[in-house]
C-alpha cells in the first residue's frame, strides 16, 4: 500500500522535478573498534535546509519509507541489538503524508553495533531512506556502502558512501555532542505535613539553560508534557491535581516542534500534589514521564519513580520501579510504544466506554455585574473593624484641610486616584514578568518575620498612646515640611492612600 501511494504520487507531481534537485542527502560511513570482535558502524548524515528524512522507528506502513540500515549477510557476522538514532529529531504532522510521523532534520547519526568473527572483515550494505520537503518527496533511494573493518586499523574508513561521499576524517561525529553523560535534569522529592491528616508531595526538577522540560499543559501534536500517575491506593486520595512553578515559565513559539507551547526554560521547576492519608504508615508512590530539549534537539522521553511514607517523612526518586510500585513499570511501557508506534491507531468511532457527563459550563460573568458586585463588597468593607474607624479621620482630613468645597473635591479625587494607582503599580511586575509568582503579596502578607516586625512596632506606639513616652517628629523634619507645604499636602494624599 505504501509504495502504490508513492508510485501515484512521483508519476503525478515529482518526475517533471526530479532531474531538477540535486540530492540534498549527504552520508558519510565509519566505524569504531569496541574491542574485541565487536565495531560499531556509524552513518552520518547531512541534510540540505527544508529537506528531512524519516526516523527508522515509523509507526505502519501507510506512510513514507523508513530511513533503514540494511547489511549484507556474511558468514561469522552478528548484529548486536537494534540500531539507534540521534540528532535533530522532530516528532509531529507531515503535510505530505498527512499524518503524525517522526522525521531527522539538518543532521544525525545512525549506530549498529555488530559482532564479526573475520579479522579483517570487510562489511557491505545499503541505506535505505525517503528525502522530502514541505511539498514533495523524491524517490526512495538506496545508498551503498564498504567498510573494512580491523582491529589493528585506522579508526575510520576511506571507503565510498553512494558512490559520492567522501568520509570527513576530521570532522568530530554529531553524537559526542549530543547531550551530556545522562539526562541533563535531575530530580528529586519530599514531603511536608500540612496538618488535619494532609500532605504536600512536592517534586523538583534541576537543570540549566539550554535545556529545558515541558509543562503539563499543552496541546497535542507537540511535545510530550511533563506526566504524573499516581498508584491508585485505598489509603490516600488526592486533592486537586499536581501544581506546577517555575524560576521562569514560557509560553510561545517553540522552534523544534513549531508550534506555541509552555515550558520551563530554567531550573529548579516544583510539581506539587496534595494527598489526604488515612493510613501514613504505607507509602504513596507514582512516576513521571518527562522530555528534555535544548534549543535543536530533544532527548528521548525518560521516566523517573517516587514514593514517599508521610509517617516518616521519608521520600525517594529512582530510576528504576521501586519494588512497591511495580505498576507503573506496565505504564512506561505503553509511553514508549505511544512514543514509537506497535499500537494501532484508537478507533474513535467505536471507543471502549462511555464517557463521565461533564460538568455543567460555567457562565462567564459581565463587566456590569462584576463592578456592581465589587461595589457592594467595597460598602460592606466599610463595616469591618479595621476600616469602621478610619471613617472620621478621612472626611475630616479632607474637610478641615480644604479652604473651600472646590479644593476638597479635588482632593479627594486625588485620594481616590492615588489608590487606584497603588493598585496599579503592585499588579504591574506580574504582567511584566512571568517569573514572579502570583501568590507572592500572600507570602509577604503572612511572613512570619514581617509580621512580628509588626507586632513590635505596635507595641512602642500603645505604649506611647498610654503616655510612658511621646513620639515626636525632629524639628528639622517639620521645618522642611513647612517649607514645602504644597508638596507635603499632596504626598500626605498619596501616602494616606497607600
Not at 200 to 204: D, G, H, P, R, V
Not at 426 to 434: T, W, Y
Given at each position: 500500500?505504501?509504495?502504490?501511494?508513492?508510485?501515484?504520487?512521483?508519476?503525478?507531481?515529482?518526475?517533471?522535478?526530479?532531474?531538477?534537485?540535486?540530492?540534498?542527502?549527504?552520508?558519510e560511513?565509519?566505524?569504531?573498534?569496541?574491542?574485541?570482535?565487536?565495531?560499531?558502524?556509524?552513518?552520518?548524515?547531512?541534510?540540505?535546509?527544508?529537506?528531512?528524512?524519516?526516523?527508522?522507528?515509523?509507526?505502519?506502513?501507510?506512510?513514507?519509507?523508513?530511513?533503514?540500515?540494511?547489511?549484507?549477510?556474511?558468514?561469522?557476522?552478528?548484529?548486536?541489538?537494534?540500531?539507534?538514532?540521534?540528532?535533530?529529531?522532530?516528532?509531529?504532522?507531515?503535510?505530505?503524508?498527512?499524518m503524525?510521523?517522526?522525521?531527522?532534520?539538518?543532521?544525525?547519526?545512525?549506530?549498529q553495533?555488530?559482532?564479526?568473527?573475520?579479522?579483517?572483515?570487510?562489511?557491505?550494505?545499503?541505506?535505505?531512506?525517503?528525502?522530502?520537503?514541505?511539498?514533495?518527496?523524491?524517490?526512495?533511494?538506496?545508498?551503498?556502502?564498504?567498510?573494512?573493518?580491523?582491529?589493528?586499523?585506522?579508526?575510520?574508513?576511506?571507503?565510498?558512501?553512494?558512490?559520492?561521499?567522501?568520509?570527513?576524517?576530521?570532522?568530530?561525529l554529531?553524537?559526542?555532542?549530543?547531550?551530556?553523560?545522562?539526562?541533563?535534569?535531575?530530580?528529586?522529592?519530599?514531603?511536608?505535613?500540612?496538618?488535619?491528616?494532609?500532605y504536600?508531595?512536592?517534586?523538583?526538577a534541576?537543570?540549566?539553560?539550554?535545556?529545558?522540560?515541558?509543562?503539563?499543559?499543552?496541546?497535542?501534536?507537540?511535545p510530550?508534557?511533563?506526566?504524573?500517575?499516581?498508584?491508585?491506593?485505598?489509603?490516600?486520595?488526592?486533592?486537586?491535581?499536581?501544581?506546577?512553578?517555575?524560576?521562569?515559565?514560557?509560553?510561545?513559539?517553540?522552534?523544534?516542534?513549531?508550534?506555541?507551547?509552555?515550558?520551563?526554560?530554567?531550573?529548579?521547576?516544583?510539581?506539587?500534589?496534595?494527598?489526604?492519608?488515612?493510613?501514613?504508615?504505607?507509602?504513596?508512590?507514582?512516576?513521571?514521564?518527562?522530555?528534555?530539549?535544548?534549543?535543536?534537539?530533544?532527548?528521548?522521553?525518560?521516566?523517573?519513580?517516587?514514593?514517599?511514607?508521610?509517617?516518616?517523612?521519608?521520600?525517594?526518586?529512582?530510576?528504576?520501579?521501586?519494588?512497591?510500585?511495580?505498576?507503573?513499570?506496565?505504564?512506561?511501557?505503553?509511553?514508549?510504544?505511544?512514543?514509537y508506534?506497535?499500537?494501532?491507531?484508537?478507533?474513535?468511532?467505536?471507543?471502549?466506554?462511555?464517557?463521565?457527563?461533564?460538568?455543567?459550563?460555567?457562565?462567564?460573568?459581565?463587566?456590569?455585574?462584576?463592578?456592581?458586585?465589587?461595589?457592594?463588597?467595597?460598602?460592606?468593607?466599610?463595616?469591618?473593624?479595621?476600616?469602621?474607624p478610619?471613617?472620621?479621620?478621612?472626611?475630616?482630613?479632607?474637610?478641615?484641610?480644604?479652604?473651600?468645597?472646590?479644593?476638597?473635591?479635588?482632593?479627594?479625587?486625588?485620594?481616590?486616584?492615588?489608590?487606584v494607582?497603588?493598585?496599579?503599580?503592585?499588579?504591574?511586575?506580574?504582567?511584566?514578568?512571568?517569573?514572579?509568582?502570583?501568590?507572592?503579596?500572600?507570602?509577604?502578607?503572612?511572613?512570619?518575620?514581617?509580621?512580628?516586625?509588626?507586632?513590635?512596632i505596635?507595641?512602642?506606639?500603645?505604649?506611647?498612646?498610654?503616655?510612658?513616652?511621646?513620639?515626636?517628629?525632629?524639628?528639622?523634619?517639620?521645618?522642611?515640611?513647612?517649607?514645602a507645604?504644597?508638596?507635603?499636602?499632596?504626598?500626605?494624599?498619596?501616602?494616606?492612600?497607600?
Open positions: 500500500m505504501k509504495y502504490l501511494l508513492l508510485l501515484a504520487t512521483f508519476i503525478s507531481s515529482s518526475f517533471s522535478l526530479i532531474g531538477q534537485f540535486a540530492n540534498p542527502v549527504t552520508w560511513a565509519d566505524w569504531k573498534h569496541l574491542g574485541g570482535d565487536e565495531y560499531e558502524l556509524i552513518f552520518k548524515v547531512e541534510i540540505d535546509p527544508g529537506w528531512n528524512i524519516y526516523s527508522q522507528f515509523l509507526e505502519g506502513d501507510d506512510g513514507p519509507v523508513a530511513t533503514q540500515i540494511q547489511i549484507d549477510a556474511q558468514s561469522g557476522l552478528e548484529l548486536i541489538g537494534d540500531p539507534t538514532e540521534e540528532g535533530t529529531i522532530k516528532k509531529g504532522y507531515d503535510s505530505v503524508f498527512e503524525d510521523v517522526i522525521k531527522i532534520f539538518n543532521s544525525g547519526i545512525l549506530r553495533r555488530v559482532k564479526t568473527s573475520a579479522n579483517p572483515a570487510t562489511i557491505k550494505g545499503y541505506i535505505t531512506y525517503m528525502v522530502c520537503n514541505e511539498e514533495m518527496c523524491l524517490p526512495p533511494t538506496d545508498s551503498e556502502f564498504t567498510l573494512n573493518l580491523s582491529p589493528d586499523g585506522p579508526s575510520t574508513d576511506e571507503s565510498l558512501l553512494g558512490g559520492d561521499a567522501l568520509i570527513d576524517t576530521e570532522a568530530p554529531l553524537g559526542d555532542n549530543i547531550a551530556p553523560a545522562g539526562n541533563p535534569v535531575s530530580w528529586s522529592t519530599t514531603i511536608e505535613d500540612l496538618g488535619n491528616q494532609e504536600l508531595l512536592k517534586i523538583t534541576e537543570f540549566q539553560p539550554p535545556w529545558t522540560i515541558y509543562s503539563q499543559f499543552i496541546e497535542e501534536d507537540g510530550i508534557p511533563t506526566t504524573f500517575t499516581y498508584n491508585e491506593a485505598e489509603y490516600y486520595t488526592l486533592i486537586d491535581s499536581t501544581e506546577e512553578s517555575g524560576k521562569k515559565i514560557k509560553d510561545g513559539y517553540d522552534a523544534i516542534f513549531g508550534i506555541d507551547v509552555k515550558k520551563i526554560v530554567e531550573g529548579p521547576a516544583v510539581f506539587t500534589q496534595k494527598v489526604k492519608v488515612t493510613d501514613p504508615q504505607q507509602w504513596i508512590s507514582g512516576d513521571l514521564m518527562f522530555m528534555t530539549c535544548d534549543d535543536e534537539q530533544c532527548l528521548p522521553p525518560a521516566y523517573r519513580y517516587f514514593r514517599a511514607r508521610p509517617a516518616t517523612l521519608e521520600a525517594e526518586m529512582s530510576s528504576e520501579p521501586f519494588s512497591e510500585t511495580k505498576a507503573a513499570t506496565t505504564q512506561v511501557s505503553d509511553a514508549i510504544v505511544t512514543l508506534g506497535d499500537l494501532t491507531k484508537p478507533d474513535l468511532g467505536n471507543p471502549l466506554g462511555t464517557c463521565q457527563t461533564a460538568p455543567p459550563e460555567v457562565k462567564q460573568s459581565s463587566m456590569g455585574r462584576i463592578f456592581f458586585l465589587g461595589f457592594i463588597g467595597g460598602l460592606i468593607a466599610l463595616l469591618t473593624p479595621c476600616v469602621f478610619m471613617i472620621p479621620l478621612t472626611v475630616s482630613f479632607f474637610t478641615k484641610r480644604s479652604a473651600n468645597r472646590s479644593k476638597g473635591v479635588t482632593n479627594a479625587t486625588l485620594y481616590a486616584g492615588f489608590i494607582l497603588v493598585y496599579l503599580l503592585l499588579s504591574a511586575p506580574f504582567h511584566l514578568l512571568d517569573s514572579v509568582s502570583p501568590d507572592i503579596l500572600n507570602q509577604i502578607s503572612t511572613n512570619v518575620w514581617l509580621n512580628l516586625g509588626f507586632f513590635v505596635f507595641l512602642v506606639f500603645a505604649f506611647s498612646f498610654f503616655g510612658y513616652f511621646e513620639i515626636a517628629l525632629p524639628a528639622s523634619w517639620t521645618n522642611k515640611s513647612t517649607q507645604e504644597g508638596i507635603g499636602g499632596l504626598l500626605g494624599i498619596f501616602f494616606m492612600a497607600l
